[in-house]
């Protein structure tokens, strides 16, 4: 049921990005890539990574189609038209997706009790998180410790976009006098 759940999902993506790449009218482009982080979100839940979820969820499907309406409501609502030479883009999707699926050969396969981080660091983490830390919830104190600095960098990355976002808008411009 799971397998057929993710495949609903999987196709719901694709045609979301297709029909995306398709259309015009930004203001549909917004409103589907919001969509689309919505289904994200729901396979990340299928997947049991429910933190990966409720991130994907509020930032992407959140918080991003605010800013992208925003945004929108400073152009205009149609994209211009232009020459579309979609073999450059299209080869170099295809390239890097392949090299990322070259890269993925060597990994572990999915739920293999032998792999390095089943045998190492995380009986070592289940071990030590309650007197190591002292808190007895062991997701919480692998986040809050062991990935501390994980979460740091995911925080100054986020804090960065958001004053881009900023600059790019104007909201920290003053106003110059005209005297």
Same mark, same amino acid.
Do not use: K, W
């Given at each position: 049921?799971?397998?057929?759940?993710?495949?609903?999902?999987?196709?719901?993506?694709?045609?979301?990005?297709?029909?995306?790449?398709?259309?015009?009218?930004?203001?549909?482009?917004?409103?589907?890539?919001?969509?689309?982080?919505?289904?994200?979100?729901?396979?990340?839940?299928?997947?049991?990574? /429910?933190? $990966?979820?409720?991130?994907?969820?509020? #930032?992407? &499907?959140?918080?991003?189609?605010?800013?992208? %309406? !925003?945004?929108?409501?400073?152009?205009?609502?149609?994209?211009?038209?232009?020459?579309?030479?979609?073999?450059?883009?299209?080869?170099?999707?295809?390239?890097?997706?392949?090299?990322?699926?070259?890269?993925?050969?060597?990994?572990?396969?999915?739920?293999?009790?032998?792999?390095?981080?089943?045998?190492?660091?995380?009986?070592?983490?289940?071990?030590?998180?309650?007197?190591? /830390?002292? $808190?007895?919830?062991?997701?919480?104190? #692998?986040? &809050?410790?062991?990935?501390?600095?994980?979460? %740091? !960098?995911?925080?100054?990355?986020?804090?960065?976009?958001?004053?881009?976002?900023?600059?790019?808008?104007?909201?920290?411009?003053?106003?110059?006098?005209?005297?």
């Amino acid at each position: 049921m799971t397998e057929l759940v993710t495949l609903l999902l999987l196709l719901g993506m694709a045609s979301t990005a297709v029909v995306i790449a398709r259309l015009r009218g930004l203001f549909g482009v917004v409103m589907l890539t919001g969509f689309f982080s919505f289904l994200s979100a729901c396979l990340f839940v299928v997947m049991d990574a /429910v933190d $990966v979820a409720f991130t994907e969820a509020a #930032v992407g &499907a959140g918080a991003s189609t605010v800013l992208m %309406l !925003g945004a929108l409501s400073l152009t205009s609502r149609e994209e211009r038209a232009h020459a579309h030479r979609p073999f450059l883009p299209l080869l170099v999707a295809l390239l890097t997706g392949g090299f990322l699926m070259y890269g993925t050969l060597d990994m572990p396969g999915f739920g293999d009790p032998n792999a390095l981080i089943h045998t190492h660091m995380v009986p070592e983490m289940i071990a030590l998180s309650e007197t190591d /830390v002292q $808190v007895p919830n062991i997701v919480t104190s #692998v986040l &809050a410790t062991y990935r501390g600095y994980d979460t %740091l !960098g995911e925080t100054t990355v986020i804090f960065t976009a958001g004053v881009a976002v900023m600059m790019l808008l104007g909201l920290g411009r003053r106003r110059e006098d005209p005297e």
